[in-house]
Each structure stands twice: as C-alpha cells, then as structure tokens.
C-alpha cells in the first residue's frame, strides 16, 4: 500500500523548535517533489514550503522564511521540516503531499498524508 505518514507534531511553547516527518511506503520518495502544508484553525490550507525532486530545489513561503527548513533522507524514504522559533501562527496541522517527479509548481499531488498537528502555546 502507497502512502505517505506524518509525525512529530505535539504541544510547544514559542521559541521552541520540531522537526516533523513524512515517511513514505511503497513508493520511492527520491523521485517525489514534496511539499509541505499547514491548516491553521479557521483558515485555508496554504503550502508553506516544497522540495524538488532529485534536483533538491527548496522554496518556502514568506511568513516562514528563515525558520522552516525542508529535507529528505533517502536512506529512510522520509521528508523532514525542521520549524524553529516556532509561533503561536504556526499552529495547524500539517500535511505533506508528493507528487512524482514534480517540482514546486505541482499542485495535483499523487498522494497526501493524513496530517500531524503542532500547536504553539500555553
């Protein structure tokens, strides 16, 4: 079964650092653009950051510029985003979604996760 798992979300406090995963199965994720998503509470989902296929490219939005960071280990078939300085905005759900051989112009991804949830705060 091909399917892409999020985790490392949890409860923090501003200022505080996570790194969440997108573990993939059944599909080589090397040859996947990711992108990664965040649904605050409220609002639309909007992507906040995207990793190429072999070519690495990397693109964030603005609003987390500096303090996202995307990744991927081939060795372990798993995306990272490793959010430092974190926000009491960047609380949601994130999402990673990949889509074969895309870039960070995809949009119609061949396969989305189910989410792991970050909420920044007391």
């Known amino acids: 079964q091909q399917q892409l798992v999020e985790s490392g979300g949890g409860l923090v406090q501003p200022g505080e650092s996570l790194r969440l995963s997108c573990t993939a199965s059944?599909?080589?994720?090397?040859?996947?653009?990711i992108h990664w998503f965040r649904q605050a509470p409220g609002k639309e989902r909007e992507g906040v950051s995207c990793?190429?296929?072999?070519?690495?490219?990397?693109d964030y939005t603005d609003s987390v510029k500096g303090r996202f960071t995307s990744s991927r280990r081939n060795a372990e078939n798993t995306a990272y985003l490793q959010i430092n300085n974190l926000k009491t905005e960047d609380t949601g759900v994130y999402l990673c979604?990949?889509?074969?051989?895309?870039?960070?112009?995809?949009?119609?991804?061949?396969?989305w996760g189910q989410g792991t949830r970050v909420i920044v705060g007391s």
């Open positions: 059944g599909l080589i994720l090397d040859y996947y653009a």
């Open positions: 990793l190429g296929g072999r070519r690495s490219y990397r």
């Open positions: 979604a990949a889509k074969y051989l895309g870039s960070c112009a995809s949009s119609d991804f061949d396969y």
